[in-house]
């Protein structure tokens, strides 16, 4: 089946199988590498990505579902929220390992988006679909908190 | 004749030999890399045949560019504990160069170069720490000797700071870069004169950095999973469902069938199913019939394995003890007077690291080229080498960082790699990705393994040991040599100073279970023991643990112990009250030649320990980079508590029943204590900081479970699969 | 001193002959074990093989017709709701009808994970929708179950923890199923998300009978008065 789909703003005409996994057509077929496989079933949230600014775990929406949404992976992630939290994520020196970060940030960046001043609950609400493995959870609450501090309320 | 000079020398270093660098048989003779003959005679024999790092005036670990950027040479593996800065800072630090103007890339495996590659043992920058300040202080002398020669004024005259050298009575300066020419034609001085501590500019502050954190927050940190190649295929294996079992036969038909695989055969340790995308090759292997036979595989339960090693430690079963520490008169004789017994299970542990087992390996006649974040890089070498039919130097392997570990890729074995290559020899000239899926990898074994701990504790009447007795049931890391993983954290502990005898005996039963190192190895469990233990007894003496341990710390001499107690009652408020329904716990571990002690605040929710902060105190040596340690205590407690909580592999007639994390719950963020970390001032050479966090947090809960409660756990985790299943608990 | 002399230089000699004894030794256990380590194994190649299908096990429910001999018309209405009870007292309902703000998952009804809430729709909170993970359909890839209304139950109709008796009185109690009785049958004959537990993909097991042997069942209670178990 040919499925035309939209990946940070450009669409991709795609050969496959309906019922593949996004994350592997992100991953095998368009090379975005930055979308991560953890486990396959939606538990650790590594192959977190945007359809329509809603975060979605792309290990476990088929191709087919796909195809009506823009989509963004963490390649493709800008806006002031994005440059925010990258240089909170540096400031903190979140990352260890590294590998759940790009789902951490797709996930973080969506919180921001819907409210700039998240308490600690908030956070706990929107990343606790996030596994890491090397439990930088603590940086990574941190680095929200300091991305929404510079970030400041929306005008 | 021989010519006496001409032996001299194994620490002359020519200038000519040290350009050439690797290229010589003595190539392990590089800035500051002092080795003796046998390691030399290692080198040229592991890397026979193969290639060596492009030639650098400075040696095989600093690389510095026209611009002055200062490249350094990553030898160990980057895992996500920081190495890459950390040895990078060590060597910036002796260099005296510019930290935000230095970069680090990782070494590709090579013996004659780099010297033994493994990542283990917490022991990255312990046993790098001379070569890497050596490296640093070699290239730091050719740039002093370069501008003494220059300006024409002593060496001693000669400054040198953020990659500037300067001689300030002249008021003269140059740049690294300004220089480099010159200094690439220098001889490096053999024992350059190291910085005493008082000196660091770099090493112990706040500005040594990891250099990944860009790369890491943007998707574009390339793990091994995310490499492609042209014409490459994806391989998926299937494997015995059970441990030790053998493929009787398989029928591809059907596995063939689905639209992208290209092959299906059988290998040494499966089936591989070889397809061009991912998906394709794990619906091939959906679809390949297989039957297992299970003559010589593990067949038990859990319930089963946990009764065997009990009747083990009760001299029920064939499996005879060999002693690992005795001490005093009769120390196999019964104990008599007042006599305290503890009891504990351990079971299973999976690593779960975030990034499943994968590597991507190509062979081409005698040269093996493997990409993979390949932990223990020198074995991988030689496992690979053996697998392919080639010798060690072919093996060409590009180490990349791995997305987690915790010991689980780096083994004896070499297991999931091997199988990466022998596909690849099947399929010579094209490249071959093995991926394991997360059901692959918790199912496959390498577990911290289960273990079963008797403790009798002969108690004088001032509530001190008089006699210990500590008994381990526990399967050995290790095919051959002492069960040492087992009993570390044990054997020699502080607590034993108080009693005349100690009866310390190990068990070993060989089954078919694959175990393996698990972040903290045996002081995953045996940190629980002691410090549970001791816990115990102070109560029972009525004693406060803190005053309690206090007595063995002084009588042992053990001034690391007492000041990282010392630290952690008074940053951690010990001994002051809590609100109604907490309590502290305290826990005091050495393990990797670091003391680290950890205060956990908990309360009960639902027979369930909740922890909302831990104070941690640690003894490392010399802080390299105290943010990257504050980073490994946040993490070992994450993954130890993980662990305590939850943590649990179990099988059911041998069949693994947690594969994915559904069924083996790792601690998320509405779980993560806040974590305060305080660091001992030190001047000690350097010890490990990627494991010691986690042994103490399961006895300073226990510790705190049992001053809320006054029940002893006597098993890990504290919920274990029946609880966590019950319908009426809420996490 | 002479008559030392031989018995070192046995000693030497044993020496020697010891060593040369021990590296041939040596040598043989390498050579050995290289060849073992070498050797080619020999691999199983593909054959015929015929897939072993287990029988699929269903849980039927008795028909209205089943309860014909129950003459007592408030007990018989009790018995069809008993009946439809074995459906509503199934993990695949109670998972989503929790008391607290998570839901419970699997055979197990284990805590779901990851952590969840239920949101002021019971859609999840705004930041962790249930749709972060389940779509408009069961996914067989990751075997995340799906459909297009998944969501919680409203906590008034949380079923986990109550006696059948005070499910059936909640039922009833349009405060707090808000429902009529023909907007109950309804959506226990009609609802999607209900339907789905007869159809919930992997290797879960489906609630008893089929959505309609269930709906009759409620018709049934519903026509006889609805009288509810104790």
Same mark, same amino acid.
């Given at each position: ?31 975005? #590498? ?32 796909? #195809? ?14 994005? #440059? ?72 | ?134 490296? *640093? ?106 441990? *030790? ?24 340790? $499966? ?66 007077? !007042? ?67 915790? *010991? ?181 571990? !050495? ?55 939850? $943590? ?9 029943? !947690? ?73 | ?230």
């Amino acid at each position: 089946m040919s499925f035309v789909l939209s990946v940070n703003d450009q669409a991709h005409i795609i050969e496959d199988d309906g019922e593949t996994p996004l994350l592997w057509v992100l991953r095998d077929r368009l090379n975005l #590498t930055g979308t991560k496989y953890g486990c396959g079933i939606a538990q650790c949230g590594a192959c977190t990505v945007h359809l329509d600014g809603q975060p979605k775990r792309s290990c476990s929406i088929p191709l087919k579902a796909a #195809t009506s949404s823009q989509i963004t992976t963490i390649e493709g992630a800008e806006g002031e929220e994005v #440059t925010a939290l990258r240089n909170a994520w540096g400031a903190h020196d979140v990352p260890q390992c590294g590998f759940c970060q790009s789902g951490q940030i797709m996930s973080a960046v969506a919180l921001l988006r819907q409210n700039r001043t998240p308490t600690d609950t908030d956070i706990d609400h929107a990343m606790s679909g996030n596994l890491c493995r090397c439990a930088t959870y603590n940086r990574i609450r941190a680095a929200i908190h300091d991305a929404a501090a510079q970030l400041g309320q929306p005008a | 004749m021989t010519d006496p000079a001409a032996k001299t020398p194994r620490f002359s270093l020519t200038r000519r030999r040290l350009i050439l660098g690797g290229s010589l048989i003595g190539g392990a003779l590089v800035v500051g890399y002092v080795a003796a003959n046998p390691m030399q005679v290692a080198g040229a024999v592991l890397q026979g045949g193969g290639a060596d790092p492009d030639p650098s005036a400075f040696g095989p670990f600093i690389r510095i560019a026209a611009d002055g950027w200062v490249t350094i040479v990553n030898k160990q593996q980057e895992l996500g504990q920081g190495i890459h800065a950390g040895l990078a800072a060590i060597v910036a630090e002796e260099l005296d160069a510019d930290w935000d103007k230095v970069r680090v890339i990782d070494a590709r495996s090579n013996f004659r170069a780099y010297g033994v590659q493994m990542t283990a043992g917490s022991n990255s920058i312990a046993s790098n720490w001379d070569l890497m300040r050596n490296a *640093g202080a070699a290239a730091r002398s050719m740039f002093v000797g370069a501008a003494a020669r220059r300006w024409d004024v002593p060496v001693a005259e000669i400054h040198v700071r953020d990659s500037v050298v300067s001689h300030p009575a002249s008021n003269t300066a140059a740049t690294f870069a300004e220089l480099l020419a010159e200094a690439s034609r220098e001889k490096p001085l053999q024992s350059p004169v190291l910085k005493q501590v008082h000196d660091y500019r770099l090493i112990g502050s706040d500005r040594v950095r990891r250099k990944d954190n860009l790369p890491k927050s943007t998707g574009a940190q390339i793990y091994t999973q995310d490499v492609q190649r042209p014409n490459m295929l994806v391989a998926v294996v299937a494997h015995s469902p059970r441990f *030790g079992g053998k493929l009787a036969q398989f029928d591809a038909s059907d596995a063939l069938s689905v639209k992208g695989v290209v092959d299906v055969f059988a290998i040494e340790t $499966g089936v591989a199913v070889l397809a061009e995308t991912t998906v394709a090759a794990m619906q091939g292997r959906a679809a390949l019939r297989a039957e297992w036979t299970d003559t010589n595989a593990e067949t038990r339960s859990t319930d089963d394995l946990v009764q065997y090693f009990r009747d083990t430690a009760a001299g029920g079963t064939d499996v005879e003890p060999s002693e690992f520490q005795t001490m005093g008169e009769g120390y196999d004789s019964p104990f008599d007077g !007042e006599v305290a017994e503890f009891s504990f299970d351990f079971p299973y542990l999976a690593h779960a690291p975030m990034e499943t087992m994968d590597c991507v390996a190509e062979v081409n006649g005698w040269d093996v080229s493997i990409t993979s974040g390949a932990h223990l890089a020198t074995i991988d070498q030689v496992q690979s080498a053996l697998t392919a039919r080639t010798v060690p130097g072919k093996v060409d392997i590009e180490v990349l960082p791995s997305g987690g570990s915790f *010991g689980r890729r780096g083994n004896m074995s070499s297991d999931y790699l091997v199988e990466c290559v022998r596909i690849a020899k099947r399929v010579e000239g094209r490249p071959i990705k093995l991926m394991w899926t997360r059901e692959d990898e918790m199912a496959s074994g390498y577990y911290r393994p289960m273990s079963h701990h008797r403790v009798w504790v002969q108690l004088g009447s001032d509530g001190f040991p008089t006699r210990w007795r500590v008994h381990i049931v526990c399967q050995s890391l290790l095919p051959v040599g002492p069960n040492f993983t087992a009993t570390e954290g044990i054997a020699h502990s502080p607590y034993f100073t108080t009693a005349s005898t100690v009866d310390g005996k190990i068990f070993t039963p060989k089954f078919p279970v694959i175990v393996g190192f698990w972040r903290s190895v045996g002081h995953s469990h045996t940190a629980m023991v002691m410090e549970h233990v001791i816990d115990q007894l102070a109560r029972r003496a009525g004693r406060d643990p803190a005053d309690y341990r206090r007595v063995f710390y002084e009588k042992a001499a053990d001034s690391r112990r007492l000041a990282v107690m010392e630290e952690l009652c008074r940053k951690a408020d010990w001994g002051k009250p809590l609100e109604a329904g907490w309590a502290r716990g305290l826990a005091i571990h !050495e393990a990797f030649g670091t003391v680290v002690g950890q205060v956990a605040e908990v309360r009960m929710m639902e027979e369930r320990p909740v922890v909302r902060r831990v104070i941690s105190v640690v003894d490392c040596g010399i802080p390299v980079s105290p943010d990257q340690i504050t980073a490994q205590m946040e993490g070992g407690i994450g993954f130890g508590l993980s662990a305590a909580l939850y $943590g649990e592999v179990t099988l059911r007639e041998g069949l693994v029943q !947690e594969i994915n994390f559904r069924h083996y719950p790792i601690l998320r963020m509405n779980e993560m204590p806040a974590v305060e970390t305080h660091i001992i001032p030190s001047v000690n050479k350097p010890t490990g900081m990627g494991e010691p966090g986690v042994a103490p947090i399961a006895p300073a809960v226990a510790n705190a479970v049992l001053a809320l409660t006054g029940r002893a756990t006597e098993r890990l985790p504290f919920l274990n699969r029946a609880a966590r299943n019950s319908a009426g608990f809420s996490l | 001193m002479m008559a030392r002399l031989p018995t070192l230089w046995t000693w030497r000699r044993r020496l020697r002959v010891g060593l040369l004894c021990l590296l041939a030794l040596i040598a043989v256990v390498g050579a050995s074990g290289l060849i073992y380590a070498l050797y080619p194994a020999t691999m199983p190649e593909t054959g015929p093989l015929h897939s072993r299908l287990l029988p699929a096990e269903f849980e039927h429910l008795r028909s209205v017709a089943d309860f014909n001999g129950i003459t007592d018309p408030a007990s018989r209405s009790i018995a069809f709701f008993e009946e439809a009870g074995r459906v509503i007292e199934h993990p695949r309902c109670l998972n989503c009808h929790p008391r607290t703000d998570r839901p419970t998952q699997t055979d197990d009804m284990r805590p779901h994970t990851p952590w969840v809430t239920r949101g002021e729709d019971g859609g999840g909170a705004p930041t962790l929708r249930c749709s972060t993970c389940h779509q408009a359909e069961n996914f067989a890839a990751s075997g995340v179950p799906g459909n297009p209304k998944w969501k919680l139950a409203p906590i008034e109709m949380a079923w986990q923890g109550q006696t059948l008796g005070n499910i059936c009185r909640q039922l009833l109690d349009p405060t707090r199923s808000h429902m009529t009785r023909d907007e109950l049958l309804h959506h226990v004959m009609e609802d999607e998300l209900v339907g789905w537990a007869w159809h919930p993909g992997g290797n879960r097991q489906p609630a008893p009978g089929t959505q309609q042997e269930f709906g009759a069942l409620i018709k049934a209670w519903l026509d006889t008065g609805a009288v509810c178990p104790q």
